[in-house]
């Protein structure tokens, strides 16, 4: 069943509407779900379908030819090839003339490493051929630096040939849920935080009963899909893997400093910077700066994994490796139960931000800032951490304060007015509260939410 992607597919199909040229850029993390789109957009239009390997430049140049071929007459078995890319495209554009098609070269890096003049070539065309013709074409990658730099960047031979582009990005957790109906609410949850709503893990999931058994099956045993996912995935993106993974590592334990991180991986602060900032456009890892704070001045800036089956896989299987290896699966899952609330208390902070830009009141509420927020109370000296503040840029009338807790017992007043004493810190004239809670809230939380007019929100209704 194909979930999502409504806003992608309707702009593909705009676009494919003009019956000109069109060009689109389509990148974004591995496993997110790009062939899947692309397939699903051009189920119903003739195509040709190219997906490039890392082989060398005859061998993607003579399977191109096949779908190329292919396409013009299905029954064609040959052996036959373009003697050269350039007569490849020339027969593309005569095909283009006539009709309208789609051409999508997926894993584009690949043929681009393969066959490094292959986008000036492709300039070329387009310039004197295609940009008069009705092709739709979509050039496809998984390689983020690569499809921002050398595809859209500015020094590439493309840079102004696309005419959209499309960023992938992980399922919210409605569109996971859809993945996941055999589990109930809460369970789902869990699993989508698990997955960082990549829709291949999430159909990995799709069949557990229970999140205990997603995990085993997945995680804690040596064929599970995930087993050695991150480690996979930083292969084939990054060299020197080893730094990376204790980068990711020392983050996971919770050194979130740049000082930290550098005592803990033993990496000098000014290579660890740049090590950071490959992790960061891999989207593994988050720099975050208080949201009153501006990211590129701040000197509270903290390093936080962002990716959900990243910040899984290294806070609980490295230390589980010797029980792995030995089939101990039931022994590896013990601990893991009782630390999985804390560790969805983060995800849990996200769902809520998300609700509340989901319930965003232009009229009541027009706040542009959200986020989390930490620092000093100067009246009591001590560090406060609020898990949601948003407030209006350009408006200084009001703000908005919010408390998420992932526990099993309801929230008590207590957390309410220790939320109201913590947003005095603040001098906004008008404050609006939220609560927001997986199991629910005290009577007496209820009343004086009443008194102060603060939201409750259960995880049931959001
Ligand atoms: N919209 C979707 N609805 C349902 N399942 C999806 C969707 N998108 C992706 N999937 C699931 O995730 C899997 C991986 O998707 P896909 O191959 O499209 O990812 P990709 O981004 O092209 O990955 P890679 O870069 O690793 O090649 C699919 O085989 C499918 O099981």
């Not at 899984?312 to 630390?339: C, H, N």
């Not at 809520?352 to 989390?372: A, C, I, V």
């Not at 199991?439 to 929100?457: W, Y």
């Amino acid at each position: 069943m194909f979930v999502g992607r409504e806003h992608e597919l309707n702009s593909l199909n705009q676009h494919y509407e003009s019956n000109n040229y069109e060009c689109a850029i389509i990148y974004g993390r591995r496993r997110i779900g790009k062939t899947e789109l692309i397939s699903e957009f051009v189920k119903d239009k003739p195509t040709i379908f190219y997906t490039a390997t890392q082989e060398n430049e005859e061998a993607n140049l003579t399977r191109m030819s096949k779908a190329v071929l292919c396409f013009e007459n299905p029954n064609s078995l040959g052996n036959a090839s373009f003697s050269s890319f350039n007569d490849l495209l020339e027969e593309i554009g005569k095909i283009a003339q006539e009709k309208r098609i789609v051409w999508v070269i997926d894993e584009y890096p690949y043929l681009a490493e393969s066959y490094p003049g292959f986008s000036s070539l492709l300039q070329k065309f387009i310039d004197r051929n295609f940009l008069h013709s009705k092709l739709f074409l979509i050039l496809c990658g998984s390689s983020m630096s690569f499809m921002e730099k050398q595809v859209l960047g500015y020094q590439s031979p493309l840079y102004g040939r696309r005419t959209m582009q499309l960023k992938i990005e992980s399922f919210n957790f409605h569109e996971a849920q859809k993945m996941l109906p055999q589990v109930d609410k809460q369970a789902a949850f869990a699993l989508y935080a698990i997955s960082g709503g990549i829709p291949q893990y999430l159909s990995y999931f799709s069949r557990a009963k229970s999140v205990k058994e997603a995990i085993i099956d997945n995680f804690l045993m040596k064929d599970g899909r995930l087993f050695e996912e991150p480690n996979n995935l930083i292969k084939q993106e990054l060299r020197d893997p080893a730094n990376y993974n204790s980068i990711i590592a020392a983050i996971a334990q919770g050194h979130s400093r740049l000082n930290e991180i550098a005592t803990a991986t033993q990496i000098k602060a000014t290579s660890l910077r740049s090590f950071l900032s490959n992790l960061s456009e891999l989207e593994i890892i988050d720099r975050v700066v208080p949201v009153t704070e501006d990211p590129n001045k701040s000197k509270k800036s903290v390093y936080r994994i962002r990716d959900g089956m990243y910040r899984f896989w290294y806070r609980f299987v490295p230390s589980r490796l010797t029980l792995i290896e030995r089939g101990m699966v039931d022994v590896a899952w013990q601990g893991i139960e009782s630390k999985l609330s804390n560790f969805l208390g983060a995800d849990f902070k996200k769902l809520s931000q998300d609700y509340l830009w989901e319930h965003y009141n232009p009229e009541k509420t027009p706040f542009t800032k959200l986020g989390n927020w930490w620092g000093t109370d100067s009246r009591t000296r001590k560090q406060v951490e609020l898990d949601v503040l948003a407030f209006s840029t350009d408006d200084t009338s009001f703000a908005i304060f919010g408390e998420c807790k992932w526990l099993n017992e309801p929230i008590s007043k207590q957390i309410l007015e220790k939320l109201i004493f913590n947003s005095n810190i603040f001098n906004y004239p008008k404050k609006y509260y939220y609560l927001f809670s997986k199991t629910g809230f005290t009577d007496e939380c209820h009343k004086l939410a009443q008194e102060v007019g603060c939201q409750l929100i259960t995880f049931k209704e959001m």
